[in-house]
């Protein structure tokens, strides 16, 4: 099976832009979870969808959102870009196990 | 207040010996604790997990141990391999929770 596949994997934006970012499951995972990992905050979760849904969020402003389409593929976009807001960028698919969540290879983004 | 601690930034192991990487979380509702590692530039990658249920799971050469009374786990490699230098982030997930609450991570270095 193909692993979770991300798009694009290195971004370069400005501040005040807005971005998108492209997350694949893994085939047959319903689940996709996105994290944000910054050297001085860790890996931080910040929502996750299942079946188009937003099921959790965490603590992250309103300028961060997501959505989830039909083939459980899933969107997530920053408005209104922050210096701080340059971060990897990761997606996670949840299998029928969902606890266990498997990442892709992350969104390198640089908001100068 | 971080939920998932891993105390130490750093460990130095030498090729054939153990390597431990210790997490500590302070919430009891924590019933599913995982261990990824990762190398610069890309995702997480999953190695482990336990549930609270038990106290202790294998997988070739990694070992999970769980202390619930402690609220401590631990990773054990047997034998470490230069290949296994790499970031290793505990995460922890709640009864029903999807987000995954990561430590700070520890960086293993294994020298030949």
């Known amino acids: 099976k193909a692993g979770v596949t991300q798009t694009p994997r290195y971004l370069i934006k400005t501040r005040g832009q807005q971005v998108t970012l492209s997350c694949s499951p893994i085939?047959?995972?319903?689940?996709v979870s996105w994290y944000q990992q910054t050297p001085g905050q860790g890996l931080q979760f910040l929502f996750e969808y299942f079946s188009e849904t937003q099921r959790n969020k965490g603590n992250f402003p309103g300028r961060f959102s997501g959505r989830q389409f039909s083939n459980s593929r899933s969107e997530m976009n920053v408005s209104t870009l922050e210096l701080g807001d340059s971060a990897l960028y990761l997606c996670?698919?949840?299998?029928?196990?969902?606890?266990?969540?498997?990442f892709g290879p992350g969104t390198r983004l640089l908001v100068l | 207040d971080q939920q998932v601690k891993q105390n130490s930034p750093s460990l130095s192991v030498q090729e054939g010996r153990i390597s431990i990487l210790n997490c500590d979380y302070t919430?009891?509702?924590?019933?599913?604790f995982l261990w990824y590692k990762k190398y610069p530039a890309e995702g997480p990658t999953f190695l482990i997990s336990?549930?609270?249920?038990?106290d202790k799971n294998e997988d070739g050469r990694f070992t999970v141990f769980l202390n619930k009374s402690a609220k401590h786990l631990s990773l054990h490699i047997v034998p470490s391999q230069p290949g296994d230098s790499a970031v290793y982030f505990c995460?922890?997930?709640?009864?029903?929770?999807?987000?995954?609450?990561f430590g700070k991570g520890t960086t293993l270095s294994v020298s030949s």
């Open positions: 995460a922890a997930i709640g009864q029903a929770g999807t987000a995954l609450i």
């Open positions: 085939s047959g995972h319903r689940s």
């Open positions: 919430n009891s509702m924590f019933d599913y």
């Open positions: 336990i549930s609270s249920i038990k």
């Open positions: 996670a698919s949840g299998g029928p196990n969902q606890e266990t969540q498997y």
